[in-house]
């Protein structure tokens, strides 16, 4: 059984930044995914970043790209979401998840993740 846990999301300023942490305990096996997904109420949920241990290893969507930056400690089963430039329409609640994509094009798919945090909400003010 994995678990995961995410934590600094919060409320900032547009332009401002946030850092997130997604920590795996139960030491996920394989070349798992680590990714980070975002969800507004009323809206599905969205792909943001990912991590996988099997290259190539960052994905981003367009919406993100050279704004935020995912990041590991592996020793830590842990990944990094430095969120920079923030805007109010970054504001959801973002959740980590892990699972095995069987290949790159998968990473960005929610259904491939088994184990899901429970989120952390991030409120961007204008």
């Known amino acids: 059984q994995v678990q995961v846990e995410e934590s600094g999301g919060g409320l900032v300023q547009a332009g401002g930044s946030l850092r997130l942490s997604c920590a795996a305990s139960?030491?996920?096996?394989?070349?798992?995914?680590m990714g980070w997904f975002r969800q507004v109420r009323g809206k599905e949920r969205e792909f943001v970043a990912a991590?996988?241990?099997?290259?190539?290893?960052?994905f981003y969507a367009d919406s993100v790209k050279g704004r935020f930056t995912i990041s590991r400690d592996d020793a830590k089963n842990t990944v990094f979401l430095q969120m920079d430039s923030l805007k109010p329409e970054d504001t959801a609640v973002y959740s980590c998840?892990?699972?095995?994509?069987?290949?790159?094009?998968?990473?960005?798919?929610?259904?491939?993740?088994?184990?899901w945090g429970p989120g952390t909400p991030v409120t961007v003010s204008s």
């Open positions: 998840a892990v699972g095995w994509p069987p290949g790159p094009s998968r990473v960005t798919t929610a259904s491939e993740y088994m184990y």
């Open positions: 139960g030491r996920p096996f394989g070349e798992y995914a």
């Open positions: 991590f996988r241990w099997r290259g190539p290893g960052t």
